[in-house]
C-alpha cells in the first residue's frame, strides 16, 4: 500500500449546516451518523483510525451533509482549526468539504486551500437546468459550471457529485450531464441514483403519484454508462450508491437502493465492453488481472457466461490490468471504453474538449 491508494475518508456530517434551503430529496439528517461538534473531533477521529488496516494509507476528515461554504466563519474555522491540530500531529494528511457550486467564491477557496482543504466536493447533481429547478436547487447549469471552473482555478482538487433520476431526469440528459462533467475533467466524481426517503418533498411527490424512481435494473444501466464515460476519460469515480446504515434503511420509501450498487454498476459496464468488442472485432483476448475476477463471477457469473457465447479468449495474469488484445493489438480497459463512450454519445463539437474528450 503506498501514497497512490485512495485515502481512508473519515466522514464528519453537519446535516443542513450552511444550507440555504432544502432540496426536495434530502434527508440527510435522517440516514447520515451523528453530527459532530470541533471539540469533539480529535477524539472522533482517533476512533475511526484505530480501525484502519493500512497505516501507510493517507488519511483525511471530510465535512459532508452541509454547505461548508456557508456557514458561520467562526464556526468554519473552528472546524479546520481543530483539523490542522490533527494534521500537525500527523494523525490525518488532509481535509475535504462538500458545497453547493452557487456558494463558492475566491476569497473563500483561499481561505480553505490555506487550510488544509485539499478537495472540494461540488454538489452539481444535475448540468440540466429543468432538472436543477425541479428538484429545488435554485441555481442552473451555467453557475454550476462556473463554480466548479474556479475550484479548479484555485488549485483545489475538484470532485463532483452527481445523481440519477431526479424529477424531469432521462437518460439523454444524464448522458449531456456525463459529458459536461468530462469537459470539466474533475479528479474525482460520485454518483448515487435518487431515492425516496422518509420526511421530504419527494415522498410527497411519490405518494401522490407524481414521481417514479428508477428501477434498480434501470439504474445500474445509467451509471454504468456514465462510469465507463468517467473511466474512459481518466475521472476517478470514488462511490456509486447511496451508503445508508443499516440501522437507517427503514427510512427509504422507494428507490433503487442495493447494498453492492456500485458492484451491480462495474459488472453490468464490463458486460457492455465485452458485447461491444465482440460486435466489432473477430477476434479478441481478456487479459484479466486475478484480482478482478469478479468482474466475471460477480453477479451470479453472468459475465463469464457471457464470455463464454463469445468468440474471445480469456487470460489470467497477476498484473493489476485489464487489457483486452483486439486483432493482436492490445489496449487497455479504460481506451476501449473511452472508444465505446465516443462513439454512444458523440461529443457536440461545442464543448472545449474534441469529440474524443482531449482538451483542445
Same mark, same amino acid.
Request: include cysteine; charge should be negative; charged fraction near 30%.
Given at each position: 500500500?503506498?501514497l497512490?491508494?485512495?485515502?481512508y /475518508? ?8 450552511? =444550507?440555504?434551503?432544502? =432540496? +426536495?430529496? =434530502?434527508?440527510?439528517?435522517r440516514?447520515?451518523?451523528d453530527p459532530?461538534?470541533?471539540?469533539? +473531533?480529535e ?7 484505530k ?7 493517507? +488519511? %483525511? /476528515?471530510?465535512? $459532508? ?11 468554519? &474555522? ?7 491540530r490533527?494534521i500537525?500531529?500527523?494523525?490525518i494528511d ?9 456558494? /463558492?467564491?475566491r ?7 490555506? &487550510?488544509? *482543504? ?5 454538489g452539481v %447533481?444535475s ?10 436547487? &435554485? ?7 462556473e463554480? =466548479?471552473?474556479m *475550484?479548479?482555478?484555485c488549485?483545489?482538487?475538484?470532485g ?8 424531469g ?9 456525463a ?11 460520485? /454518483?448515487h ?9 419527494? %415522498? ?6 407524481h ?5 434498480? @435494473?434501470?439504474?445500474?444501466d ?13 475521472i %476517478?469515480?470514488t ?11 427503514h ?7 442495493h447494498?453492492?450498487?456500485g ?8 458486460g ?6 465482440s ?9 484479466l488481472?486475478?484480482?478482478?475476477? @469478479?468482474l ?8 463469464r457466461?457471457l ?6 479468449k ?14 493482436? +493489438?492490445?489496449?487497455d $480497459?479504460e *481506451? ?7 462513439e ?17
Open positions: 500500500m503506498g497512490t491508494e485512495p485515502p /475518508i473519515i466522514p464528519v456530517f453537519l446535516p443542513y449546516l450552511g =444550507c440555504p434551503g432544502r =432540496c +426536495i430529496y =434530502c434527508a440527510v439528517d440516514v447520515c451518523l459532530v461538534k470541533p471539540q469533539e +473531533i477524539d472522533y477521529v482517533k476512533r475511526w483510525v480501525f484502519f488496516r493500512y497505516t501507510e494509507r493517507r +488519511i %483525511e /476528515i471530510g465535512f $459532508y451533509g452541509g454547505t461548508f461554504t456557508n456557514i458561520p466563519f467562526e464556526l468554519m &474555522n473552528s472546524y479546520l482549526t481543530s483539523a490542522g490533527l500537525e500531529r500527523g494523525i488532509g481535509v475535504r468539504v462538500s458545497t453547493r457550486p452557487d456558494y /463558492i467564491d476569497d473563500t477557496l483561499e481561505y480553505l486551500k490555506k &487550510n488544509h *482543504v485539499k478537495v472540494m466536493e461540488i %447533481e448540468f440540466d437546468d429543468d432538472v436543477l429547478m425541479k428538484s429545488g436547487r &435554485n441555481y442552473d447549469s451555467q453557475t454550476a459550471f463554480g =466548479c471552473e *475550484v479548479k482555478m488549485g483545489i482538487e475538484l463532483i457529485h452527481l445523481m440519477v433520476g431526479l424529477p431526469d432521462d437518460v439523454e440528459r444524464d448522458m449531456e450531464t459529458k459536461k462533467v468530462i469537459e470539466l475533467r474533475p479528479e474525482t466524481v460520485r /454518483i441514483p435518487t431515492l425516496v426517503l422518509r420526511n421530504t418533498k419527494l %415522498e410527497e411527490m411519490f405518494r401522490m403519484e414521481y417514479q424512481p428508477l428501477s434498480l @435494473d434501470c439504474a445500474v445509467i451509471v454504468s454508462e456514465m462510469f465507463i464515460g468517467f473511466k474512459g476519460h481518466g %476517478e469515480t462511490r456509486m450508491g447511496f451508503f445508508i446504515p443499516n440501522d437507517k434503511s427510512e427509504i420509501v422507494a428507490g433503487p437502493h447494498p453492492s450498487f458492484n451491480l454498476v462495474e459488472y453490468r459496464a464490463f457492455k465492453i465485452l458485447r461491444w468488442i460486435s466489432r472485432y473477430e477476434n479478441f483476448t481478456v487479459v488481472s486475478r484480482k478482478r475476477m @469478479d466475471l463471477n460477480g453477479y451470479g457469473g453472468k459475465n457466461r464470455l463464454s457465447n463469445l468468440p474471445g480469456l487470460e489470467i495474469v497477476d498484473d493489476d490490468e485489464i487489457v483486452f488484445i483486439l486483432d493482436d +493489438i492490445p489496449m $480497459y *481506451v476501449v471504453m473511452k472508444k465505446y463512450f465516443k454512444r454519445h458523440p461529443f457536440s463539437g461545442s464543448e472545449r474538449y474534441d469529440r474524443g474528450g482531449n482538451m483542445r
